[in-house]
């Protein structure tokens, strides 16, 4: 069954910290990986898209990696601003398809 | 340069009755995808049109549907509305469709269902 996990589902973390987020998944056969941020009420916005042969992508203070191999990705942020609160979803393309995680909830405070 | 703009951002319907929503995406773009998000679910994939023609398809049921016309502007139906569809539904436009293209996403529409 093609699935995308994500973990943690939330995190809290002080302004100024880094933390990274994780996403696993199963799905074949695999197109591209995309992490996308999303605000409160907003519309989500694409923050990196990886293909198969890429394994590192940074977008200023976000830095995804992608491990094909065992299927598992991650999104680092560095320093961590209040503005990095939002939901951070984890897209993976396979086939014709999209396959979205439930994505992970992250409070960063002062 | 004017973002993918949704039409209604927020909408009521009661159980049973239809809805449409719109979306306009950004000019020069014809790919028009269509999601739908709720707490429990996520985001899931309904359909995407490109030229007109709907490419892919998400498993929901039949009384999901839309359309796109000729200007890439795309319509998306509910019909017998059910307390489940409350969601937010977002749609997002890329330039020619296809798993590798970058999609920018709108607002949403909130659809409450009472």
């Known amino acids: 069954k093609n699935q995308v996990e994500q973990s943690p589902q939330s995190l809290i973390i002080l302004e100024g910290k880094n933390c990274t987020l994780q996403?696993?998944?199963?799905?074949?056969?695999?197109?591209?990986l995309r992490w996308y941020k999303q605000d409160t009420g907003r519309g989500p916005v694409s923050l990196t898209i990886?293909?198969?042969?890429?394994n590192t992508k940074s977008n200023g203070r976000y830095t995804a990696t992608l491990d094909a191999d065992t299927k598992q990705s991650s999104l680092h942020i560095t320093a961590s601003q209040l503005s990095d609160s939002a939901s951070y979803i984890c897209?993976?393309?396979?086939?014709?398809?999209?396959?979205f995680g439930t994505g992970t909830s992250l409070t960063v405070i002062p | 340069k004017a973002g993918v703009t949704q039409t209604p951002r927020y909408l009521i319907k009661t159980r049973g009755q239809q809805v449409t929503l719109s979306c306009s995406p950004i000019?020069?773009?014809?790919?028009v995808s269509w999601y739908q998000q709720t707490p429990g679910q996520g985001l899931q994939f309904l359909f995407e049109?490109?030229?007109?023609?709907?490419?892919n398809k998400g498993n929901f049921p039949g009384r999901f549907s839309g359309r796109q016309f000729s200007n890439s502007r795309s319509e998306m139906n509910v019909s017998t509305l059910e307390l489940g569809d409350s969601a937010l539904y977002l749609c997002?436009?890329?330039?020619?469709?296809?798993?590798?293209?970058?999609?920018?996403f709108g607002q949403g529409t909130r659809l409450t269902v009472v």
């Open positions: 997002a436009s890329s330039l020619g469709g296809g798993l590798n293209t970058e999609a920018f």
């Open positions: 000019s020069g773009h014809r790919s």
């Open positions: 049109y490109f030229s007109e023609t709907q490419r």
């Open positions: 996403c696993n998944y199963t799905v074949s056969p695999f197109s591209n």
């Open positions: 897209v993976v393309s396979a086939g014709n398809q999209f396959y």
């Open positions: 990886m293909t198969f042969s890429e």
